[in-house]
């Protein structure tokens, strides 16, 4: 039986869609695998040391955290395509700025603007949903094409590592960050010609008082960190800025549970079934996010010079990051047997053992390359099966006007636990006292290990969080967190 003609149609224009936001999640990949073999290199080409690297990683996270929110509802209110136009644009100006910053605070600011492609993905799940939407099929569409694309997402993390890796020795800096800057600028161009715009779906307003506390709250408790590892732990000032970033959480989660439209649905967020799930985003982002520059710096540490580190050079790195990658996709392929097998809670709660297990093992294990590798595929397992469970879990415990932003909460939160993850383990691989010649700029081992427990303890209580994950089919929209309409 052949399909109605409008059918056909409608699947081919689907499929051209879709390619080019392939090539969107290609870009993606890119810059999420490039950068991490090179850091030691990009940290010599800005005469700094390897500690401050973290500091480019806690303020793209940050913007990341700030953006998500932010451009989601603009995606409700101006459509979809706009905002991955314009987030694309703004990841275009920073990679750019890369290629030529002359130091630290450049790198810097294009680095925490080129956080905007964290936007990306759900702008193109939301583009395909829409595009689908007549199709009679849209949510097993949807679901195939999410699929294809983040496919293409762990694919491309793995060539702009390797590429990256090969490269930096083969060519000069300047030129090793333009070519990031040159894919991100192909793919603004295949966006604006090749996906087709759509109006936005709401017509409520944007939330800027919301979005201004929960800003200031994230810059105060950052500007806490920063100053902690500027004067040290002992500073009054660093630790009544986060204090202060805390309070403000207090008039913020009040003023958003009596909006109409706020940018951040606490209510829901209380969910019985829905807390747990982004309690463990955050957590899980610890280590996901905010442990990828520690270790890229402990692999090519010389063991010689600093007395600890692998001696490895980029290219390893990038076999390190490629293999890493592929225990992630093993992950996610086999959530769906060991879901049958443990049950869902199960799995979520197995898959951060995992990664518990994985960064434990680097406590005693961290002298070879074979124990690296070891640790890095068990941490992956389970990091991988998360990737791939958050976000359906937050969906099926959210009513069906707020999955999209419940998605983008688990990636919203994972963001900000990186984020606060950075900024800590860049003052605690600060290496000022804890190694004979401090100008070689290396970290203290006891930083690393820091870093191995912080990841390792905030995994465990991710699982011991999910415990509590109740049944999303057993708990009504209403038991504990009244949920409100959207807006429009």
């Given at each position: 039986m052949s399909l109605p003609a409008p059918a056909v149609t409608a699947a081919r224009g689907l499929a051209r869609v879709v390619g080019v936001l392939v090539c969107v999640e290609i870009a993606s990949g890119v810059l999420q695998g490039y950068y991490t073999p090179v850091w030691s290199d990009i940290a010599d080409h800005l005469s700094m040391r390897d500690a401050d690297v973290n500091w480019f990683e806690a303020?793209?996270?940050?913007?990341?955290?700030?953006?998500?929110?932010?451009?989601?509802?603009?995606?409700?209110?101006?459509?979809?395509?706009?905002?991955l136009v314009g987030a694309t644009a703004m990841t275009a100006l920073g990679s750019w700025v890369l290629a030529v910053a002359p130091g630290f605070t450049t790198f810097l600011v294009g680095f925490a603007i080129q956080g905007a492609?964290?936007?990306?993905?759900?702008?193109?799940?939301?583009?395909?949903?829409?595009?689908?939407?007549?199709?009679?099929?849209?949510?097993?569409?949807?679901?195939?094409?999410?699929?294809?694309?983040?496919?293409?997402?762990?694919?491309?993390?793995?060539?702009?590592?390797?590429?990256?890796?090969?490269?930096?020795?083969?060519?000069?800096?300047?030129?090793?960050?333009?070519?990031?800057?040159?894919?991100?600028?192909?793919?603004l161009v295949l966006v604006v010609v090749g996906v087709e715009d759509s109006p936005g779906t709401s017509d409520g307003g944007l939330d800027l008082t919301g979005l201004g506390l929960v800003t200031l709250a994230l810059g105060l408790v950052m500007a806490g960190l920063i100053t902690v590892r500027l004067q040290g732990p002992g500073s009054v000032l660093a630790w009544a800025l986060v204090a202060a970033g805390l309070a403000t959480g207090v008039p913020f989660v009040r003023y958003e549970a009596a909006h109409p439209a706020p940018v951040v649905d606490?209510?829901?967020?209380?969910?019985?079934?829905?807390?747990?799930?982004?309690?463990?985003?955050?957590?899980?982002?610890?280590?996901?996010?905010?442990?990828?520059?520690?270790?890229?710096?402990?692999?090519?540490?010389?063991?010689?010079?600093?007395?600890?580190?692998?001696?490895?050079?980029?290219?390893?790195?990038?076999?390190?990051?490629?293999?890493?990658?592929?225990?992630?996709?093993?992950?996610?392929?086999?959530?769906?047997?060991?879901?049958?097998?443990?049950?869902?809670?199960?799995?979520?709660?197995?898959?951060s053992l995992l990664v518990a297990l994985g960064y434990a093992l680097w406590l005693p294990f961290h002298a070879t390359t074979a124990q690296a590798l070891l640790n890095m595929a068990v941490a992956g397992l389970g990091s991988g099966a998360l990737v791939a469970a958050l976000p359906a879990a937050a969906a099926a415990a959210a009513p069906p006007e707020r999955t999209g932003f419940a998605t983008g909460m688990t990636n919203a939160t994972k963001t900000v636990g990186g984020a606060i993850a950075s900024s800590v383990f860049a003052i605690a691989l600060a290496s000022t006292g804890s190694l004979e010649g401090p100008d070689t700029g290396h970290a203290p081992l006891a930083g690393y290990l820091t870093v191995w427990s912080v990841c390792a303890v905030a995994a465990l209580g991710a699982a011991v969080a999910l415990l509590r994950l109740a049944d999303p089919a057993t708990v009504t929209p209403t038991a504990g967190a009244p949920v409100r309409p959207a807006a429009g």
């Open positions: 303020a793209q996270l940050v913007v990341s955290a700030l953006l998500v929110p932010l451009l989601a509802r603009l995606g409700d209110l101006y459509g979809p395509k706009r905002v492609y964290v936007v990306w993905l759900p702008m193109e799940v939301a583009i395909v949903h829409r595009r689908t939407a007549a199709t009679g099929r849209q949510e097993l569409l949807t679901r195939r094409a999410a699929a294809v694309l983040v496919g293409a997402l762990e694919l491309a993390v793995i060539v702009g590592a390797l590429t990256s890796g090969a490269l930096v020795a083969a060519t000069s800096m300047n030129v090793l960050l333009m070519l990031p800057a040159v894919v991100v600028t192909v793919v606490v209510r829901l967020l209380a969910h019985p079934a829905q807390w747990p799930v982004q309690l463990t985003a955050f957590l899980f982002g610890m280590s996901v996010l905010g442990a990828q520059i520690p270790l890229s710096t402990f692999a090519r540490t010389d063991p010689a010079v600093a007395g600890y580190g692998l001696g490895a050079d980029a290219s390893f790195v990038s076999t390190l990051i490629g293999l890493y990658v592929v225990s992630l996709a093993v992950g996610a392929f086999t959530l769906p047997l060991t879901t049958r097998l443990l049950g869902r809670r199960g799995a979520l709660v197995g898959s």
